[in-house]
């Protein structure tokens, strides 16, 4: 049985990616790498510093990790303080949740700057628990992000479903023991599936589906 539905952030809560494509290859541009909408998506729920690295190693290219990551930063607070809107339905999709389940939420994204876009739109009562890209050292796919999300709900994995977009985050959350709930959107749509239980297109069929596990 279900107990608590736990949240990626970027692509679950918010509509972020469409943002975040355009400032990556504009950012990592002025560092010698040149993107394409098709590399950032193979790369959707990595850590920054190890996305970075995984981009060094695949265009054989050196970066300033500091400076690229401090442009990023200053980039991704800009667009979440300004811009970047909650993904549809899932204000009524939580306020819905949080009457049944324990909600919680496993991002790669730093505390203070996921707090920045849910001050905004006003989420953040939703995530008292959460686990951010300081509290662990290893990123998804690893599962410590959802292991340590489980721990802080008090709950076995297991117990767990997880609302995910990304193929890295699917296989964080199977290797933790969670059920897997993947959002596809335009953004993530040439992800791989496979991995997941349930795909959705629309966030109102979430309770649905938690009604049967």
Do not use: W
């Amino acid at each position: 049985m279900i107990h608590a539905v736990i949240f990626d952030f970027d692509g679950v809560v918010i509509e972020s990616e469409v943002y975040f494509v355009d400032a990556e290859i504009e950012i990592f541009a002025r560092h010698g790498i040149f993107l394409t909408e098709d590399v950032i998506t193979q790369y959707l729920g990595f850590k920054l510093d190890e996305y970075i690295s995984a981009l060094e190693q695949r265009f054989n290219k050196s970066i300033n990790h500091a400076k690229l990551s401090s442009e990023l930063h200053e980039e991704i607070k800009r667009l979440y303080g300004e811009k970047v809107p909650a993904v549809e339905h899932v204000a009524n999709l939580l306020q819905d949740l949080q009457k049944n389940y324990k909600i919680g939420l496993a991002t790669s994204r730093e505390r203070h700057l996921a707090g920045v876009a849910m001050d905004r739109l006003k989420l953040a009562h939703y995530f008292k628990r959460g686990v951010y890209r300081e509290d662990v050292t290893k990123g998804k796919p690893h599962p410590e992000v959802y292991l340590k999300a489980a721990a802080l709900l008090g709950l076995d994995p297991s117990s767990c479903a997880v609302i995910e977009d990304a193929k890295s985050g699917f296989e964080s959350a199977k290797a933790a023991g969670m059920t897997v709930i993947a959002r596809k959107a335009e953004h993530n749509k040439s992800q791989d599936f496979s991995l997941a239980d349930f795909v959705i297109t629309d966030m109102r069929e979430i309770p649905r589906i938690l009604k049967k596990l």
